[in-house]
């Protein structure tokens, strides 16, 4: 069946549509984090950061003293930043609206599932963020405005998909067309998304506990990242943030790369073969593991935990641009060569 | 023969020395006063006004062989610098002439100043698009047309541009696009896959190793030795997972014996200090510690729980619940062991076997010796395979869609189960493979072998004299190849040459196929006679011939020739070669791994594991049920049985202190604790079910 063009150029449309959407979405956040939190808030107050944690469960005291987190806090909302932040949430939800609409419709126009090349497959995987990050946001609403360190990696995601990414609309090869792409590529680009948000926390965690650190030793944090951390939520939050989107994440990653193996068994012969992209995967899923090892360990948890979660990204992101582009092997369906 | 050559720029003299060299008289021409064409110093001076080339990159080795060829020692007579392009105002980028091309090329760019981010990134675009068409154009193509898609104007005029002027010397509206991308490719992106930067393998790409070992000559033989160009069968590779596993099940083992010692157990005495734990609440109940502990223990189903009596009538109850934790853990590690184990069975006894079958030509058993290539287990000595048999390819097609590209390929193939088993036909097809006696056959490849009838002068001759042409290009399949003709009483003949499914003619006047489609087919052979050189022994490729047999004069090229098919060529002692069309070849692969259901099953137990592992959170409750001082009660009478159907007295009153914690990932057990002391509080009795 041929590529029907024409809604082919509505979803690419659709597309940059929904970028614009969700930068319109970061502007607002920035708007809710500028005007927010005018004058004290309890729990960022640096007295209150040197209360030690009775909360710690478990065997072994924690290796870090954090501000612990009662569910409900009272948090200064400015009207402005209040209205901001429920434009931002509208922007998002519009935004990923349109992008599964795209998405929807590429489908469509190609006759297929809409994820066969890098460039479906990054829009998958930043709708997945955005949609982990609304889960996220139901539960923690008091979050809202870290959308704003969210959306920025993936509107920068989406806008390399659709520029050194793109290709055109065009049917699989006959390698790819199997029931296993919407069961194997789908949960990988979930997985993908899921581990994006643990990792946007991350980075939020450390720059949050720098922050605390020099407070609790009585200096004023004055250089860029640093002064972030005095409107980020508490160390607990986002460490919490990060290991439950990793805890979820990991299974969905694990029965995605379980689910590549059973199709490589039908398509390639074998069902592991070491191919450049198997292996980083592989790597990929080893390193997180450590992370959720270094989670429950005493010494490790906290800052070198947070680092081992960055380190797991990078490989993350190195198996996805680097492999697909560099590389050469089986799973060269990037769509480029 | 003598030859005019007219002009003495590079292209003159360049074939003048070729001339020269193949044994011609040549004379050449020049106009001007001096040599050089456009490249020459200038007429007036006295030379020292060079117009020569602009640069000379690293890739025109064509033009530095020229130089050898003539004595020029081109190490001594050139300056090697890196490629620079700076332009007064500072801008301009520098390109390392050493190191990986690729990351020198991605460096330069980087560090390139005067170029904005986007034009960087447009850059960027451009040269993945060459990448994307292999450096390759239509011939008509000139570099401005090339550049109307990409990239920004600040690209094109100070990056394209003067590396346009300065390598082809002709401006970009009439400089070949093919010229340049050639240029390209060779001096800043190295060979077709920059991949310097990671180590190739030998079990991936051998040929690839072997450059990079000539490329890098120092260092590649301490990676060599160190077993760096097969690192998976590396013996510190195999050290760091076998130790890793040896570790895991150091630790799966004993805390197998803690879960189960913990299973067994009752849960941990309560407190004194309820209200010291993470989620602590408390309430009053009718009735006394034993009847409301009694109910409790009733509501709390699902939880492990005991009931302990304390001095002064206190009664307390310790749950534990969310043991499926740990034994989803260990399941989870175990498992993987057990994965390991099963991928240990495939590699010991499991094989792959892969051959080239033509249609209609006969097929072969499940035997070592029949298979183009084998790949056993270590512990595969070639007996007791499956036995199996493939009778035959009997056809092989590709569906199309309407714009050109492969929907789907399929091979028909009979084939027939043990012994003398009964000829069955299947169709393998990619994603459909064969699963049949323990082995999975599988399509991986196709191509075209061309047919030929070959006829003497005395009337005999082979008719459907055919053999497999592999593909060079994949996207066109413009396939080469030889058909031998080995008779035993000689002059023998062979067919070279390449075979195009959508036969065309290139600028250069060679075959070259415009589809993969075979709607047109051709092909461009050369006919070599004489001796193939198969008699002595040595093994020789079945795709070329040898070339050595050329070199000592005993196989010599009698004629070329471009067929359709029905077309034939007849060479000068009369025996005629007509080509009669071509058959298809498909690449049939059969696999055995005895490991394989073992690691599904062990992945499934991996990923349930898992599941259990991080979902179920292992938590504990705790009461503590004094009795409260009601107003007409003086002594609350502690030796009185407990009576569970006995309706709560409703003069006794308790006091529950309840706490509770979650022993991993205490976040959201707030709500279920919240919720666990609305089901204690709830006065009204259990149901019995």
């Known amino acids: ?337 | 023969m003598r030859m005019a050559i007219v002009g003495a720029g590079w292209a003159g003299l360049a074939a003048a020395v070729r001339a020269t060299e193949a044994g011609h008289d040549v004379t050449v021409f020049e106009a001007a006063g001096m040599p050089g064409g456009r490249a020459r110093s200038d007429d007036a001076s006295d030379g020292a006004t060079d117009n020569g080339q602009h640069i000379l990159l690293g890739g025109y080795t064509c033009t530095l062989g020229l130089m050898r060829s003539v004595g020029v020692d081109v190490e001594r007579a050139l300056l090697r610098v890196p490629l620079r392009v700076t332009y007064a105002d500072g801008a301009g980028f520098a390109l390392a002439p050493t190191g990986p091309r690729l990351l020198a090329a991605a460096r330069a760019l980087l560090g390139a100043r005067g170029f904005g981010l986007v034009d960087k990134l447009s850059a960027i675009a451009m040269a993945r698009d060459w990448r994307r068409r292999g450096f390759r154009c239509p011939p008509s193509m000139t570099v401005a047309d090339l550049l109307h898609r990409a990239p920004t104007e600040l690209v094109r005029r100070r990056l394209v541009e003067p590396l346009c002027v300065a390598a082809l010397n002709t401006p970009m509206a009439e400089a070949s696009a093919g010229v340049f991308l050639a240029v390209m490719r060779d001096s800043l992106f190295g060979a077709r896959d920059a991949s310097d930067l990671l180590l190739p393998q030998r079990p991936l790409n051998p040929t690839k190793v072997d450059q990079y070992i000539a490329d890098h000559p120092g260092w590649s033989k301490i990676l060599d030795a160190a077993g760096f160009f097969d690192v998976f069968a590396a013996p510190w590779f195999a050290a760091t997972y076998l130790l890793l596993f040896i570790s895991l099940i150091g630790c799966v083992v004993p805390r197998l014996k803690a879960h189960g010692t913990a299973m067994l157990s009752a849960p941990p005495a309560v407190p004194r200090r309820l209200e010291r734990l993470p989620s602590a609440d408390s309430f009053s109940a009718g009735g006394t510690p034993e009847q409301v502990a009694a109910g409790s223990v009733r509501r709390l189903r699902g939880w492990k729980t005991v009931t302990r009596v304390e001095d002064g009538g206190v009664v307390t109850v310790a749950a534990e619940k969310g043991y499926l934790r740990e034994t989803g853990n260990l399941v989870f590690h175990a498992a993987l062991v057990v994965l390991l184990v099963g991928v240990a069975l495939g590699k010991l006894w499991g094989y792959q076997g892969t051959v080239l079958l033509t249609e209609g030509q006969p097929g072969i058993c499940n035997a070592v010796p029949l298979y183009d290539s084998f790949r056993p287990g270590k512990l595969v000595d070639g007996s007791g395979l499956a036995p199996f048999c493939i009778d035959s390819l009997d056809k092989f097609s590709v569906d199309y869609d309407p714009d050109g590209t492969p929907a789907q390929f399929r091979a028909d193939i009979t084939y027939s189960l043990g012994e003398n088993g009964a000829a069955r036909k299947d169709v393998l097809e990619v994603n459909h493979p064969l699963r049949v006696e323990g082995v999975r056959v599988y399509l991986v490849g196709h191509g075209f072998a061309p047919r030929f009838t070959v006829t003497k002068p005395d009337g005999t001759g082979v008719k459907n004299l055919s053999a497999p042409f592999l593909p060079q290009d994949p996207r066109t399949l413009l396939s080469e190849g030889t058909v031998k003709l080995l008779d035993t009483v000689k002059p023998q003949l062979a067919l070279y040459g390449t075979f195009a499914p959508f036969a065309a003619l290139g600028p250069d006047g060679k075959l070259t196929s415009l589809s993969p489609q075979p709607g047109n087919p051709g092909v461009a052979i050369q006919i070599y006679r004489g001796d193939l050189g198969v008699d002595d022994g040595a093994p020789q490729s079945v795709y070329t011939i040898d070339q050595r047999q050329v070199a000592i004069g005993a196989l010599k090229q009698v004629a070329t020739a471009q067929l359709i098919p029905g077309k034939a060529v007849t060479l000068d002692d009369g025996t005629k070669i007509t080509f009669d069309g071509y058959s298809q070849w498909a690449t049939i692969q059969v696999n055995h791994d005895p490991g394989q259901t073992l690691v599904l099953w062990a992945a499934g137990a991996v990923v349930l594991g898992l599941l259990l592992s991080l979902a179920v959170r292992r938590r504990r409750l705790f009461l503590r049920i004094t009795p409260a001082p009601t107003p007409n009660s003086e002594t609350v009478d502690n030796s009185a049985p407990v009576d569970d159907g006995a309706r709560p007295d409703r003069d006794a009153r308790s006091v529950v202190a309840v706490g509770g914690l979650a022993r991993t990932d205490a976040g959201s057990f707030g709500t279920e604790f919240a919720r666990v002391v609305e089901q204690l509080r709830d006065p009204s009795p259990v149901r019995k079910d």
């Not at chain 1, 469960?57 to 806090?73: H, M």
């Not at chain 1, 599964?100 to 997945?128: D, K, Q």
């Not at chain 1, 689910?259 to 995967?281: F, L, N, Q, S």
């Open chain 1, 1 to 337: 069946m041929p590529v029907n063009a024409g809604l082919a150029t509505l979803s690419d449309h659709m597309f940059t549509w929904s970028i614009i959407l969700y930068s319109l979405a970061l502007v607002a956040y920035c708007g809710e984090y500028a005007f927010g939190r005018r004058g004290k808030v309890a729990s960022t107050s640096p007295e209150q950061v040197l209360v030690a944690a009775g909360a710690a469960p478990g065997p072994g005291a924690p290796a870090v003293k954090s501000v612990s987190a009662p569910p409900k806090r009272p948090r200064v909302r400015t009207p402005q930043a209040e209205r901001f932040g429920r434009v931002a949430v509208a922007a998002t939800v519009l935004g990923l609206a349109v992008q599964l609409t795209s998405l929807t419709l590429r489908g469509i126009a190609t006759h297929r599932v809409p994820w066969g090349n890098m460039y479906e497959f990054a829009s998958v995987v930043g709708a997945a963020a955005v949609i982990a990050y609304l889960v996220v946001l139901i539960r923690l609403p008091q979050v809202r405005y870290l959308g704003m360190f969210l959306l920025f990696p993936i509107v920068v995601l989406l806008f390399l998909a659709g520029t050194v990414l793109y290709a055109p609309a065009a049917p699989l090869v006959p390698a790819l067309r199997s029931y296993w792409i919407a069961i194997h590529v789908t949960t990988i680009s979930i997985g993908t998304g899921i581990f994006l948000v643990s990792f946007v926390a991350t980075v939020l965690y450390l720059v949050r506990r720098r922050w605390e650190i020099s407070v609790e030793a009585g200096r004023t944090p004055t250089r860029f990242p640093v002064t972030l951390g005095s409107r980020l939520p508490v160390t607990d939050v986002l460490d919490r943030m990060a290991y439950r989107t990793v805890a979820f994440g990991f299974p969905v990653y694990t029965f995605g790369i379980i689910a590549g193996a059973i199709w490589a068994e039908a398509a390639w012969g074998r069902y592991w073969g070491w191919d450049p992209k198997e292996t980083w995967a592989f790597i990929t899923w080893v390193v997180y593991a450590a992370y959720l090892h270094a989670r429950a360990t005493a010494g490790w948890r906290g800052t070198a935990a947070a680092r081992v979660n960055i380190v797991a990204f990078a490989t993350m992101i190195f198996n996805f641009f680097i492999i697909n582009m560099v590389v050469s092997g089986l799973h060269s369906y990037a769509g480029l060569t």
